[in-house]
C-alpha cells in the first residue's frame, strides 16, 4: 500500500517568509509526528498528534512554528518568519497508535527546506 | 535524560566482511532500543528494535543486534556485507513516553567492491 507521503520534496524561501509543508500519512494511522533533521544530525522531535489534537508539541523550538491536523489525517507544518537556521529537512511519521506501548513509526521521504 | 551516541560517524568495509556499527545509550529507566536504516532519497525504514524480551534481535536483510546493559550498548551487526547495505544507520532509543524517539547522530556505512 502506499506510504507516507510528504510534498513539497524541496522548498526554497527567503528569510522572513512563510511556508506550508504537507504529510499524508499512512491510510488508518491514528498517530502522526513532525521530526527536524539538520545536516549530520540525527532526527529531532517536533511534534505528536494523535487523532486531530497536539498530544505533545515540546518538540516545537519556538512559536513560529505550527502544526495542524484538522481531520485526523493530513497534516500540514507552518513555519512563520522563516530564518536561515530553519533550514533542514522536515520528516512525517505515522503509526497506528501512539503512547501506551510502541507503535513502528513509518516516515516519509521529507521535505527538504532551505531559507535564503 | 536519554541519549544516543553512536562511535563512528562513517565505517568502511569490504564486500563480504562483517559489519559492526556502535551504539552506546544512557537511560534512567529501561529503554527501547531501535535502530533505523536511510538509503538516499528514501524515507527511515526501522531495522530492528529491542523492547524488553530477548537481548538479542534479529532484524531484516540479516542485521542483528544485542542489548548489553552492562555496557549499556546496542550494536548492530551483520555477517557479511552487501552493497545494497550502503546506508546510513541510526541507533534510537525511546523517551519516556514510548511514541518519543531520541536519535543518534548516524553512521554512514561504505561498501567498498
Given at each position: 500500500?502506499?506510504?507516507v507521503?510528504?510534498?513539497?520534496?524541496?522548498?526554497?524561501?527567503?528569510?522572513?517568509?512563510?511556508v506550508?509543508?504537507r504529510?499524508?500519512?499512512?491510510?488508518?494511522h491514528t498517530?502522526?509526528?513532525?521530526?527536524?533533521?539538520?545536516?549530520g544530525?540525527?532526527?529531532?522531535?517536533?511534534?505528536y498528534?494523535?487523532?486531530?489534537?497536539?498530544?505533545?508539541?515540546s518538540?516545537?523550538?519556538?512559536?513560529?512554528?505550527f502544526?495542524?491536523?484538522?481531520?485526523g489525517?493530513?497534516?500540514t507544518l507552518?513555519?512563520q518568519?522563516?530564518?536561515?537556521?530553519?533550514?533542514a529537512?522536515?520528516?512525517?511519521?505515522?503509526s497506528?497508535g501512539?503512547?501506551?506501548?510502541?507503535?513502528e513509526?513509518?516516515?516519509?521521504?521529507g521535505?527538504r527546506l532551505?531559507v535564503? | 535524560?536519554?541519549?544516543?551516541?553512536?562511535l563512528?560517524?562513517?565505517?568502511?568495509?569490504s564486500?563480504?566482511?562483517?559489519?559492526?556499527?556502535?551504539?552506546?545509550?544512557s537511560?534512567?529507566?529501561?529503554?527501547?532500543?531501535?535502530?533505523?536504516v536511510?538509503?538516499?532519497n528514501?524515507?527511515?525504514?526501522?531495522?530492528?528494535?529491542?523492547?524488553s524480551?530477548?537481548t538479542?534481535?534479529?532484524?531484516?536483510?540479516?542485521?542483528e543486534?544485542?542489548?548489553?546493559?552492562?555496557e549499556?550498548?546496542?550494536?548492530l551487526?551483520?555477517?557479511?556485507?552487501?552493497m545494497s547495505?550502503?546506508?546510513?544507520?541510526?541507533?534510537?532509543?525511546?523517551?519516556?513516553?514510548?511514541?518519543q524517539l531520541i536519535?543518534?547522530a548516524?553512521?554512514?556505512?561504505?561498501?567498498?567492491?
Open positions: 500500500g502506499a506510504g507521503s510528504q510534498t513539497p520534496s524541496n522548498k526554497v524561501t527567503e528569510k522572513g517568509k512563510y506550508e509543508l504529510c499524508d500519512p499512512i491510510s488508518g498517530a502522526l509526528y513532525w521530526y527536524r533533521q539538520s545536516l544530525q540525527g532526527p529531532e522531535f517536533l511534534i498528534f494523535q487523532g486531530t489534537g497536539a498530544a505533545d508539541d518538540g516545537l523550538p519556538n512559536d513560529r512554528f502544526a495542524v491536523r484538522p481531520e489525517s493530513v497534516s507552518k513555519i518568519r522563516t530564518e536561515r537556521g530553519d533550514s529537512v522536515y520528516l512525517c511519521a505515522s497506528l501512539g503512547a501506551g506501548g510502541y507503535n513509526q513509518f516516515f516519509g521521504p521535505t532551505t535564503l | 535524560a536519554q541519549s544516543v551516541t553512536q563512528d560517524s562513517h565505517v568502511s568495509v564486500e563480504g566482511t562483517p559489519v559492526l556499527l556502535r551504539c552506546n545509550y537511560s534512567s529507566y529501561s529503554p527501547s532500543l531501535f535502530w533505523y536511510q538509503h538516499p528514501k524515507g527511515l525504514q526501522l531495522l530492528l528494535k529491542y523492547t524480551a530477548a538479542l534481535v534479529k532484524g531484516i536483510n540479516g542485521f543486534a544485542e542489548f548489553k546493559k552492562s549499556t550498548s546496542f550494536h551487526t551483520k555477517p557479511s556485507a552487501h547495505d550502503a546506508a546510513e544507520y541510526f541507533c534510537v532509543v525511546s523517551g519516556r513516553s514510548n511514541y536519535w543518534g548516524g553512521t554512514k556505512l561504505i561498501i567498498k567492491p
